[in-house]
């Protein structure tokens, strides 16, 4: 099956960065679209940054301007780069991408796999 793994969340203090990985494996014949997510307590998942294969990207509002998405097709890996965090980005955040299998199909069938998740917190 698919595996996506991800790394790199911590405590930071406000103002500080983290830079979030998340790498798939597994039967993976292609990726459309990978994106972060994140869930506070008490709140819903919200979508925090997307990126297409093709690379195009869009932000969550109050993210745009500290937050940068990115990846690595040949590896299909997905980076989001977080500067200038706040408080209020403090949450778990999750990896998605849509998978495709075996590319079979037209258009392919693409299904959704979800990473475990990753502890953000920013205090001082």
């Known amino acids: 099956q698919v595996q996506l793994v991800e790394s790199g969340g911590g405590l930071v203090q406000p103002g500080g960065s983290l830079r979030l990985s998340c790498a798939g494996s597994g039967s993976i014949f292609s990726i459309n679209a990978m994106g972060w997510y994140r869930q506070a307590p008490g709140k819903q998942r919200e979508l925090v940054a997307a990126?297409?294969?093709?690379?195009?990207?869009n932000y969550l509002d109050s993210v745009k301007g500290r937050f940068t998405i990115a990846r690595d097709n040949a590896k299909n890996t997905v980076y989001l780069q977080m500067n200038s965090l706040k408080p209020e980005d403090t949450a778990v955040y999750y990896c998605?991408?849509?998978?495709?299998?075996?590319?079979?199909?037209?258009?392919?069938?693409?299904?959704?796999?979800w990473g475990q998740g990753t502890q953000v917190t920013v205090s001082s």
């Open positions: 998605n991408a849509e998978v495709s299998l075996d590319g079979l199909g037209y258009p392919p069938t693409f299904y959704d796999y």
């Open positions: 990126i297409t294969s093709g690379g195009n990207t």
